[in-house]
């Protein structure tokens, strides 16, 4: 897990960077924290879905979605 909130905007500000699609897990697992990932096979996510997912106090594990949309 990512320690702290810095660091883990770190690791998405290098994923967006690299063109990397990603969402979240719930953390300490490899269960997505969203209802379903296969959106995100297509599209990337929004602002809006990444502050909801990874802001302050949140501390999900990171899925990066390979193919096509990455």
């Known amino acids: 897990m990512i320690?702290?909130?810095q660091d883990l905007s770190g690791y998405?500000?290098?994923?967006d960077?690299?063109?990397a699609n990603y969402f979240?897990?719930?953390?300490?697992?490899?269960?997505?924290?969203?209802?379903s990932w296969?959106?995100?096979q297509h599209?990337?996510?929004t602002d809006v879905e990444k502050q909801q997912?990874?802001?302050e106090g949140m501390?999900?594990?990171i899925a990066i979605v390979c193919g096509a949309v990455s």
Do not use: E, H, S
């Open 3 to 5: 320690d702290d909130i």
């Open 12 to 15: 998405l500000d290098r994923y």
């Open 17 to 19: 960077a690299w063109g």
């Open 24 to 35: 979240p897990l719930m953390p300490g697992t490899k269960r997505p924290a969203v209802q």
């Open 38 to 40: 296969t959106p995100y």
């Open 43 to 45: 599209r990337r996510p």
């Open 53 to 55: 997912w990874f802001g």
């Open 59 to 61: 501390n999900p594990n």
